[in-house]
């Protein structure tokens, strides 16, 4: 049978918006995505609108409270057969207010099966 790539999910982070501090905080391990990351969801089931940012100071999106936003990397390279994913070591950061309710990041990754 021939190798063929497999989509393997991560283990979501959470992250309770009592803990927001106005400020940018990481949300993902200190050293960053431990893997180059296929496809990213954001849902925010907070009572506050959530900054998020891959540099800890430049808001890259907003995802505004109880909604959800998908970042599929791979779907607009497919055409091209090029291999489009969030580079390992990524940090993700969020800002918002305190509110009630959680924030998720749930990562999905490509990986090489059979």
Partial sequence: MAIRNTIQALPAISFDSANLTGSYIVVTPASGTLLPI??????????KDISVSYDG????DFIPSMTSSTLNF???NQPMSQSSVLQ????????????TGDFYII???TAQGV
Avoid at 57 to 60: A, L, V
Avoid at 88 to 94: A, C, H, L, N
Wanted: hydrophobic fraction near 25%; avoid cysteine; glycine fraction near 10%.
């Fill in 74 to 76: 791979q779907s607009n």
């Fill in 38 to 47: 296929s496809l990213l969801k954001y849902v925010n089931n907070s009572t």
């Fill in 88 to 99: 390992k070591g990524t940090k993700i950061y969020i800002n918002g207010t305190v509110g």
């Fill in 107 to 109: 990562a999905y990754v």
């Fill in 57 to 60: 100071s430049t808001d890259h």
